[in-house]
């Protein structure tokens, strides 16, 4: 299926002003997806760890575990036609619990812990469904307008089954007062969609007295049925 | 279809995507055992040996230190072999942080049959994301050594009009190194797809 622009950010969102001088100023050029896109590459639980998916300790010394607020992250991987894509790669990243992340650029005041790395992934399973364990990022400032705070949030970076689904975006939190307030966020033009990138807290998954839960479902490029005769199906 | 799903918005990978594509290369060590789409080639992947080099200038001409770049190929045969252990078509390399210059060694891929009869010449697609870029941006890479067959490729027939098709074409450099410097703005600005 076609990408619906109205709902995706513009490459240049002044507001968020790294845009700018990264923005390409012609048009894209419109192609129909070939072969190389209706196909992508596959990854496997061979190629991950056992503790790949949770950033509670995947870091952490020995005996000891991150600092912060202990949560679950989960949901499903659909496509626009909602069904689940089984076997996909996510990768997250985050800032620590008090807004830092461990990155040789990031000089903000606010301490590293040495029980969190901040890297994660996951591959699907058979429903498109998936988990990982993690702690509450928090909200650090950035140099943008001056004084611009980035909301509470966890970078996705997702992997479908063919190379035109590929999704980079973010989690946010319910309730953030900073969400409404974010030049990246607001580089959305659709109400709705910035609604859909916010984590609803779900109490069903809670683990009593151990972890809150958040629930984050994606949705990737829909696969129509097409000609391709190995591959029923294309973008 | 109404009853359609809307695809999830992008968001930029911001500044520090290496922490969760490449931590390894970002001196996060001893949580993943390897960074993905690090390494490409095996003892024995057939194939020509080839390595793909550049650098992404912004609308300053500065480089892009902080972006990561991953490709998607076919083998030498123009199959693609997701499943093979001897060539996955898949690599991921981070920028220098220092001169933005990144680097893939791999091999040539062969010319892409598509179900209409039609065949793409060899070509290599390169995808970015980087702090101040909203969405991934999606370009492909050509052969200079293949001019007479791109005349008919049903991709490059689309890039109308034609000044700007060099922009898809890499530099021929020694030890067979090909050179894909790509600029975001300016009058040499990369011809990017909408997919």
Redesign the interface.
């Known amino acids: 299926?076609p990408?619906?622009?109205t709902?995706?950010?513009?490459?240049r969102?002044p507001a968020?002003r790294?845009?700018?001088?990264?923005?390409?100023?012609?048009a894209?050029?419109?192609?129909?997806?070939?072969?190389?896109?209706n196909?992508?590459?596959?990854?496997t639980r061979d190629?991950l760890?056992p503790?790949?998916h949770d950033l509670i300790v995947?870091?952490a010394r020995p005996g000891q575990t991150a600092m912060g607020a202990r949560l679950i992250v989960h949901g499903r991987l659909?496509?626009?036609?909602?069904r689940g894509v089984p076997g996909a790669?996510i990768?997250?990243?985050q800032a620590n619990a008090s807004g830092r992340?461990?990155?040789?650029?990031?000089g903000y005041l606010a301490p590293l812990d040495p029980d969190f790395?901040?890297?994660?992934?996951v591959i699907t399973d058979q429903n498109g469904a998936y988990m990982f364990r993690t702690i509450m990022p928090a909200p650090y400032p950035w140099p943008n307008g001056g004084n611009d705070w980035r909301p509470a949030h966890i970078?996705f970076?997702v992997f479908g089954q063919c190379?035109?689904q590929?999704?980079?975006?973010?989690m946010y939190f319910e309730g953030d007062p900073l969400i409404a307030r974010c030049p990246?966020?607001n580089?959305?033009p659709?109400q709705?969609?910035?609604a859909?990138?916010i984590a609803q807290p779900d109490m069903e998954a809670t683990v009593p007295m151990d972890a809150r839960a958040y629930r984050f479902d994606?949705?990737?490029?829909?696969r129509r049925a097409s000609?391709?005769?190995n591959r029923p199906e294309g973008? | 279809m109404s009853?359609?799903?809307?695809?999830?918005?992008?968001?930029?990978?911001?500044?520090?995507?290496?922490?969760?594509?490449m931590?390894n290369a970002?001196?996060?060590t001893?949580?993943?055992?390897?960074d993905?789409?690090a390494q490409m080639l095996q003892a024995e992947t057939p194939g020509q040996r080839i390595a793909i080099e550049g650098v992404i200038f912004?609308?300053?001409g500065?480089p892009?230190t902080?972006a990561v770049v991953?490709i998607?190929q076919?083998d030498e045969q123009g199959r693609?072999t997701?499943?093979s252990a001897a060539f996955?078509?898949?690599g991921r390399a981070a920028a220098d942080?220092e001169t933005g210059r990144w680097r893939f060694e791999t091999i040539k891929p062969g010319a892409?049959?598509?179900?209409?009869g039609t065949v793409?010449v060899p070509?290599i697609?390169v995808?970015i994301?980087?702090?101040?870029?909203?969405?991934?941006?999606?370009t492909r890479m050509y052969f200079p050594e293949d001019y007479d067959m791109q005349a008919h490729d049903?991709?490059l027939a689309?890039?109308q009009p034609t000044g700007?098709l060099h922009t898809l074409i890499a530099e021929p450099g020694p030890d067979a190194t090909y050179n894909f410097n790509i600029y975001?703005?300016g009058p040499k600005?990369?011809?990017?797809?909408?997919?």
């Open positions: 299926m990408r619906d622009w709902r995706q950010p513009a490459a969102a968020y790294s845009s700018s001088m990264r923005s390409p100023e012609h894209r050029i419109s192609m129909p997806a070939t072969p190389t896109e196909i992508g590459p596959v990854f190629s760890g503790l790949d995947n870091h659909l496509d626009q036609t909602g790669l990768e997250v990243w992340y461990r990155h040789k650029r990031d790395g901040g890297c994660g992934r970078h970076s190379f035109a590929r999704l980079v975006t973010q990246i966020v580089a959305v659709d709705d969609a910035i859909r990138l994606i949705v990737l490029r829909g000609y391709f005769e973008i | 009853d359609d799903l809307h695809e999830t918005a992008s968001q930029t990978a911001g500044p520090y995507v290496h922490i969760g594509c931590p970002c001196g996060i001893g949580v993943f055992a390897e993905l789409g912004d609308g300053d500065a892009l902080d991953e998607w076919a693609y997701t499943r996955s078509g898949w942080a892409v049959p598509c179900p209409d793409m070509h697609t995808w994301i980087a702090r101040g870029i909203n969405i991934g941006l999606h049903p991709v689309r890039v700007r975001l703005q600005e990369t011809v990017f797809f909408d997919v």
